[in-house]
């Protein structure tokens, strides 16, 4: 499996492009903006990308989408809670972070909920909903791995202070959820540094005791 991680974006969001190593197709998740940089690296590993993935709909995970959508021709699938949350400028931040989108957003072609998967090449992949962070917040499972958005972050959670948040919410979304799964999956957050299940569990302030 290839991970690649893109720091994009004022907000230096994560974005990940993940490609399978058998038939070369791919996906992106959260292009948060820096186009240009995420579509050179995918050509650069020679990727046919077949989905772009939002982990939820504020504006520093998907400032870029309309670019990469129109250069890679593929789905944009996001949490179907979490529409509102893409389209509305009130809602996706843009208004307050001056991030001004020239164009309208394309419209998700694909709504997800909890339980779909998703395969890319020979790579599957589970939706965990997560909702906390917003209505539609969502985690993606498989190979080992989980690409946590803004649910989860090495020794912190995301934040609840914003519009559709819920502190007891995200937190019931990390116990039943993510602390249901094995210490060795490697965590992708939406921002910072890569973690574990294991490291979470054991270290993080908002999780130990």
Known sequence: MIIEKLVVGQ????????????????????????????????????????????????????????????????QVAIHADDTKTLRRRTLNLSLFLGIFYLHPLPSPDRLLKDGDTMDIGSLHFKVLHT??????????????????????????IGRTDLPGGSFDQLMNSIQSQLMALDDKIKVYPGHGPETTIGSERGGNPFLVG
């Open 11 to 74: 907000l230096a969001a994560n974005c990940y492009i993940v490609g399978s190593e058998v038939g070369g197709e791919g996906m992106i998740i959260d292009p948060g903006g820096d186009a240009s940089q995420i579509t050179s690296r995918v050509r650069e590993l020679k990727l046919n990308i077949k989905l772009i993935v939002l982990t939820h709909g504020h504006s520093d995970h998907a400032a870029a989408l309309k670019e990469i959508k129109e250069a890679t021709g593929a």
């Open 131 to 156: 909702p906390g962070h917003s209505p539609g917040s969502i985690c993606l499972l498989g190979e080992g791995v989980l690409f946590s958005g803004d649910t989860l972050f090495s020794l912190s």
